[in-house]
Antibody, heavy 122, light 111 residues
């Protein structure tokens, strides 16, 4: 059974940093691109960014709203994807979800974690 | 302001059919067959219901179907059931600076 479990959320002051983790199980982690999404309280979904599998260079792409502040990385030996968030702003407050991409060449996200809440407030 | 436009709410009675629209542009919905739909119950993670416009993942009921015409995609749910009550989000790959865009979500109420 595919499982994605996010961790690392919490309360952080504006301007500080936080690192989220997404621990995967039930599939060959290294074969898949992994994405992060977020959902502000009472709002819709927003794509944050993704990291390709090593077979596709392990490169990353980001939404304009987080580019230069957020970094996605992966440790295939541990089946973990990370979201490093720097220079946090109050508008980054959201539930953050990690997802598995549907497979090579896919443009959808077939498994989602339960999410972890990040609150940016002084 | 979401990149894709969905109705804020739709409703239907058990057994009826409803359709949720998702309107974008030629840079997203109209330009690619990469529209997907997600169901989200309150306090839960989104669940993939339709991908690549009209494909259903394994395990998703065949009461759910998707289509697209021009810049508008649609999700149809037939034989409405109480457990279908949820928020539904459409998403599309886009050629803009943000690789994926979403609709603002549609709250489905089963009367």
């Amino acid at each position: 059974e595919v499982q994605l479990v996010e961790s690392g959320g919490g309360l952080v002051q504006p301007g500080r940093s936080l690192r989220l983790s997404c621990t995967a199980s039930g599939f060959t982690f290294g074969d898949y691109a992994m994405s992060w999404f977020r959902q502000a309280p009472g709002k819709g979904l927003e794509w944050v960014g993704f990291i390709r599998s090593k077979a596709y260079g392990g490169t990353t792409e980001y939404a304009a709203s987080v580019k230069g502040r957020f970094t996605i990385s992966r440790d295939d030996s541990k089946s973990i994807a990370y979201l490093q968030m720097n220079s946090l702003k109050t508008e980054d407050t959201a539930v953050y979800y990690c997802t598995r991409d549907g497979g090579s060449g896919s443009y959808y996200f077939d498994y989602w974690g339960q999410g972890t809440l990040v609150t940016v407030s002084s | 302001q979401s990149a894709l436009t969905q109705p804020a709410s739709v409703s239907g009675s058990p057994g009826q059919s409803i359709t949720i629209s998702c309107t974008g542009t030629s840079s997203d919905v109209g330009g690619y067959n990469y529209v997907s739909w997600y169901q989200q119950h309150p306090g839960k993670a989104p669940k993939l219901m339709i991908y690549d416009v009209s494909n259903r993942p394994s395990g998703v009921s065949n009461r759910f179907s998707g289509s697209k015409s021009g810049n508008t995609a649609s999700l149809t749910i037939s034989g409405l059931q109480a457990e279908d009550e949820a928020d539904y989000y459409c998403s599309s790959y886009t050629s803009s600076s943000t690789d994926w865009v979403f609709g603002g979500g549609t709250k489905l109420t089963v009367l």
